[in-house]
């Protein structure tokens, strides 16, 4: 204690000494020491302090490798398995994999994306169904009715009220119904479904519909590389719809190389500043 009473004591001395005048900059001086002494903070991976700041609910901390969760749970970031292909990571990630390709928001993107580029399609299963459930009963429990475009489409659709991602639905229902001109209506006025507990088509990995976190636009205007297939990108969604989606902490499927013009994900780790 009798230490920093004497740094701050010299450091006041210092600022005084120099001139009336710097008594702001040697405040601001200050506010930087204190700021240094937290670079510890600097060693815990971006991608993990992405995680911290979208999930504020269940998460608690994180160091260099581990991120722990309020009720005790550790997860580790990196779990050492190197060089793992597309496919491996896809169906065996870390966190780390998770976080591994950074999603652009907006209109401003690199289109179309590079193969295997599909930042939020590589998902760590364990930290989304520790989060809205583990089994359909378990998701169901946490799902709301979410009013969806009342003008528009009149739907009453099913979102996971945890993390606040029914709160982010309605929040993206409300600025398309209140900013969007009736060109863009047929694009959302139905929908192809929120929850549905199942697995990826060909894959043993749950889709997000699962979590009750995502949502498909209308199907009759939408690309989807399996319907397609073939893996030449087309699109037809406006991105001024994209852009809402995003502004609430969504990702869009047509940003993927695998891309799936109509689905949209709460994945507020992908889109924090
Ligand atoms: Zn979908």
């Known amino acids: 204690m009798n230490l920093f009473i004497y740094i701050f004591t010299i450091i006041s001395l210092y600022a005084c000494g120099d001139s009336g005048n710097r008594t702001n900059f040697s405040n601001n001086d200050v506010n930087k020491k204190v700021i240094a002494g937290d670079t510890i903070k600097t060693n815990i991976p971006a991608g993990l302090q992405k995680l911290l700041k979208a999930y504020p609910d269940f998460l608690d901390k994180a160091d260099e490798n581990n991120l722990y969760w309020k009720d005790g749970t550790v997860m580790v970031w990196d779990d050492g398995i190197e060089n793992k292909s597309h496919d491996e990571m896809l169906d065996n990630p870390d966190l780390e994999d998770m976080m591994s390709q950074q999603y652009v928001k907006g209109a401003n993107w690199d289109e179309p994306p590079a193969e295997n580029f599909e930042p939020g399609r590589i998902r760590y299963e364990p930290f989304f169904t520790k989060m809205y459930g583990s089994s359909s009963g378990e ?50 006025s139905k929908t192809a479904g929120t929850f549905n507990w199942r697995k990826i088509a060909g894959t043993s990995r749950l889709s997000t519909h699962a979590f009750g976190t995502s949502i498909d636009i209308n199907t009759k205007y939408s690309n989807y590389w399996q319907w397609d297939g073939n893996m ?5 969604i406006p991105m001024e719809i994209v852009e809402i989606f995003e502004k609430h902490g969504f990702i869009w499927g047509g940003k993927w190389y695998h891309y799936d013009t109509m689905h949209f994900e709460y994945r507020p780790e992908l889109t924090i500043e």
């Open 139 to 188: 998701v169901q429990r946490n799902l709301v009715n979410v009013s969806w475009l009342p003008s528009i489409c009149g739907c009453s659709i099913q979102f996971n009220n945890v993390n606040g991602a029914a709160d982010k639905m309605r929040e993206v229902s409300d600025e398309i119904e209140a900013t969007l001109g009736a060109g863009f209506h047929k694009y959302v």
């Open 232 to 236: 030449v990108w087309k699109n037809q």
